[in-house]
């Protein structure tokens, strides 16, 4: 059985193995594939897994017969056309949970580098500001303490659900707003509607999936609902921000700061308006990232195609 990795590098850039894919089949793994080189490579592979290269209809038609499975390295399989895949019998398998503690725990990073901002500081000391300070202690920015305040979370899922029972653990009051739960607390988060949530929290963290119509939920009109010197954490998706208006609400200060882990397009580009904002905290889409999670998702990777092997496929997306 041939295997191909299309795109393998963020998944292990050489800090796991593919050992457990190696064992099952002649295996080939690259670090990444453009649109142009996927044919080449794909063709005559039994079992593909990609996580973010693009496998639309035309390529698996051109992919079909030989092309038996297809395993997404990742949660969100967007990039494979799932219907096409299903029409030349192809199931399509993803991970649909394997880094839910590693997302809420960065949640909480982006969150209190928000309130001390623990790296400028070291950095400053090191630059000899300490050393030069005439007290025994000097702040950069205002410091904040949660304790008190209300963390508001938009997508009470798994994630959403996490990062709940962090924030209370740092003595905030929860709030949560749901499409699909809209009343009642499970003794962690009271569940209001986006309304009231926009309108009382000190901190808002986004936690649901992106759609066409949650895109640009957090527009202007959304903003200027919140509290003044809110700050924003978003480890969901980019697009579920107008990034112009954010970009000038951190720069009025009506945002007093932003973390954010994902942005509307992927990597950041030079010209994003939130690159200038001092104080939107930004980061390469990593929560997802530790040795741990990945370990995991390798792991889950491997049991879908032993499963599908067995005859009995599982996490199947396109059944
Ligand atoms: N930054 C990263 O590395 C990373 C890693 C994994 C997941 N994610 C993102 O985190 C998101 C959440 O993951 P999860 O495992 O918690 O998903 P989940 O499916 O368990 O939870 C999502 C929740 O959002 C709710 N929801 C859907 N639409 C909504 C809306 N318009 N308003 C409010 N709530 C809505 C759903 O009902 C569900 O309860 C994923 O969709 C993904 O975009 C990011």
């Known amino acids: 059985m041939k295997i191909v990795v299309l795109d393998g590098y963020t998944e292990n850039p050489g800090d796991l193995s593919w050992e457990g894919f190696e064992a099952l089949g002649d295996m080939t793994v690259y670090d990444r594939t453009a649109a142009d080189e996927i044919l080449a490579r794909a063709k005559g592979a039994q079992v593909l897994l990609t996580n973010k290269t693009p496998l639309n209809a035309e390529t698996l038609a051109a992919l079909a017969p030989e092309l038996q499975y297809i395993g997404v390295l990742a949660t969100g399989y967007n990039v494979v056309d799932i219907a096409a895949a299903r029409s030349h019998g192809v199931p399509v398998c993803n991970i649909p949970t394997y880094g839910t503690a590693a997302v809420a725990q960065f949640v909480m990073a982006l969150l209190l580098e928000l309130c001390h901002h623990v790296g400028d500081h070291s950095r400053s000391v090191k630059a000899g500001d300490w050393s030069r300070c005439p007290d025994f202690c000097y702040w950069n920015t205002?410091?904040?303490?949660?304790?008190?305040?209300?963390?508001?979370?938009?997508?009470?899922?798994?994630?959403?659900?996490?990062?709940?029972?962090?924030?209370?653990?740092?003595?905030?009051?929860?709030?949560?707003?749901?499409?699909?739960?809209?009343?009642?607390?499970?003794?962690?988060?009271?569940?209001?509607?986006?309304?009231?949530?926009?309108?009382?929290?000190?901190?808002?963290?986004?936690?649901?999936?992106?759609?066409?119509?949650?895109?640009?939920?957090?527009?202007?009109?959304?903003?200027?609902?919140?509290?003044?010197?809110?700050?924003?954490?978003?480890?969901?998706?980019?697009?579920?921000?107008?990034?112009?208006?954010?970009?000038?609400?951190?720069?009025?200060?009506?945002?007093?700061?932003?973390?954010?882990d994902v942005l509307t397009v992927e990597p950041a580009r030079p010209d994003n308006p939130l690159m200038k904002e001092p104080n939107c905290l930004i980061t390469p889409h990593i929560a997802w990232a530790p040795k741990e999670s990945r370990q995991r998702l390798m792991d889950i990777a491997v049991d879908n195609l032993k499963a599908w092997l067995a005859g009995s496929p599982q996490n199947v997306v396109n059944p």
């Open 142 to 260: 205002p410091l904040i303490e949660l304790a008190g305040k209300t963390f508001g979370v938009v997508g009470y899922g798994r994630i959403g659900r996490a990062a709940a029972k962090l924030a209370a653990a740092f003595g905030m009051e929860v709030l949560a707003c749901d499409a699909h739960v809209s009343a009642g607390s499970d003794g962690v988060a009271r569940m209001v509607s986006l309304e009231e949530l926009l309108a009382a929290s000190d901190v808002i963290s986004l936690h649901c999936p992106l759609f066409e119509s949650n895109r640009e939920m957090i527009n202007r009109e959304a903003i200027a609902r919140m509290k003044d010197g809110v700050l924003l954490i978003n480890t969901s998706r980019g697009p579920l921000i107008d990034e112009q208006a954010l970009a000038d609400a951190l720069h009025t200060g009506k945002v007093a700061g932003a973390g954010l």
